[in-house]
């Protein structure tokens, strides 16, 4: 069987005014055309002859076989022509046709390489297999550095075409993924690891762990970044109630009142440490359980601070565990729609993503007010659009994905809040919990 190299020539007309930024681009889509399989080189042409408003650009693409070029034009030829006529919508026309050789000799093929990385067959200036450059020299240290960063700072990156859909059109990353358009964008967990883990670190260098408490030393606080949790003790009071029954509880209070009073009157913070030795006392009522929380109490009570750490570090977990779960609420949601739960978790990984950078965005603005004399009304008039526009988000995403009418899309996106918020609640608390208990 002969293997016919062919040409495939795209014939370009384009504004004179667009022509500098439509061959920068041009650059870049070349580039990634030539990543394909059987896509070996590439010419630019330009008519040199032509003035006025419009130019010319002539680009012929040298591709080993027709099977490689109708592979093209089968998977890839669709979405890489969308992303010129997005960029460009209706400054340029572009025609083409495909050249095979008929008289004279055929063009010479060069000889057949391995890519030095697995040794797989070259088709092109990548490895079809792994990726790698088949060019493979030794670099500059500057090509080294571009490489490093170049991604996240070249404007036409897929970081950047992927963070404007992301805040700006709810659900369109998951329905572009959904259709097989995945090449131009992020990898949606990817992406969601990225954000999460500079949310969080952004949040630990916001605020340091404190322990504070008020005056009279009976209500201690766990605060980071400014917001606190729950005072210990009434947390534990609530445990305690659950185990050992309201009346029991009660005459326990009872008992123990004297020496809170006492405990309160001679220095701050002590009323955990008495509490957790009337469990001491109780010990042979409530049993393993109640000494197993006793011993967590003491530890609490010893270094707040170090519980309070590993609480947070506890969080991207407990956020780990909660997206499947609110997944498959969504899959409830959605009985006999024929869509896979996988669907539902790409959904909220999509929007988890966006909740992550728009809150990280939020508290770079609040830091930045710290350090330049730009006061807080700024700052709380961009939290109080951000605190509005997350949950309109979400519905917004529900409805370009999911494509329901306005009234079945209020009554999921009502249950789909409450169930959120459960969940959410649920996951907390195991997750208190635990840190307790593997304090």
């Not at 954000?195 to 980071?224: A, N, R």
């Not at 659950?242 to 020496?259: I, P, T």
């Not at 565990?321 to 498959?328: D, K, M, R």
């Not at 809150?359 to 350090?371: E, G, V």
Request: with cysteine; aromatic share 10%; net charge negative.
């Amino acid at each position: 069987m002969t293997v016919k190299v062919v040409i495939y020539e795209v014939n370009l007309e384009l504004e004179a005014a667009i022509a500098a930024e439509f061959d920068r681009w041009l650059d870049k889509h070349i580039d990634e055309m030539l990543r394909l399989s059987g896509f070996e080189s590439a010419q630019v042409y330009s008519d040199e002859g032509t003035t006025g408003e419009v130019v010319n650009r002539t680009v012929q693409y040298r591709v080993r076989s027709e099977a490689d070029l109708d592979n093209y034009l089968t998977h890839h030829a669709t979405a890489m022509r969308a992303e010129g006529q997005d960029k460009f919508s209706g400054r340029f026309t572009a025609t083409r046709r495909v050249l095979t050789p008929v008289l004279g000799p055929e063009p010479a093929v060069e000889a057949a390489q391995s890519c030095q990385n697995c040794g797989y067959a070259l088709t092109g200036q990548y490895c079809s297999d792994c990726g790698q450059r088949s060019n493979v020299r030794l670099i500059t240290l500057w090509e080294l550095a571009k490489d490093v960063v170049g991604d996240v700072f070249e404007l036409d990156s897929r970081l950047w075409r992927t963070l404007r859909p992301l805040l700006f059109r709810p659900g369109l990353l998951t329905r572009e993924y959904l259709a097989g358009r995945r090449v131009h964008y992020v990898p949606p967990f990817r992406m969601y690891l990225v954000f999460s883990l500079v949310f969080f670190l952004i949040t630990s260098m916001g605020g340091d762990l404190e322990v504070t408490t008020d005056g009279g030393g009976t209500d201690q606080d766990i605060k980071t970044g400014g917001e606190g949790l729950t005072a210990l003790k009434e947390e534990f009071r609530e445990e305690l109630e659950e185990e050992l029954g309201a009346e029991e509880l009660a005459a326990l209070e009872e008992e123990l009142r004297g020496d809170f009073t006492q405990a309160n009157e001679s220095a701050d913070g002590e009323d955990s440490d008495d509490l957790c030795a009337g469990l001491d006392e109780q010990s042979v009522i409530t049993g393993q359980a109640l000494e197993r929380m006793q011993r967590s109490c003491t530890r609490i009570s010893d270094d707040p601070e170090a519980f309070g750490k590993a609480l947070l570090d506890n969080v991207p977990t407990m956020l780990f565990f909660f997206l499947p779960l609110i997944a498959l609420v969504m899959k409830g949601l959605y009985l006999g729609s024929g869509r896979y739960y996988v669907e539902h978790l790409l959904f909220f990984v999509h929007y988890h993503s966006f909740f992550f950078l728009i809150l990280t965005l939020s508290i770079l603005l609040w830091q930045l007010a710290d350090l330049l004399p730009i006061g807080s009304v700024i700052p709380g008039l961009v939290t109080a659009a951000v605190v509005i526009y997350i949950p309109v988000y979400l519905f917004r995403a529900m409805r370009v994905v999911y494509r329901h009418g306005i009234l079945a899309g209020i009554l999921r996106y009502t249950f789909l809040l409450i169930a959120y918020f459960v969940c959410l609640l649920l996951t907390f608390l195991v997750t208190l919990a635990l840190t307790a208990l593997t304090l």
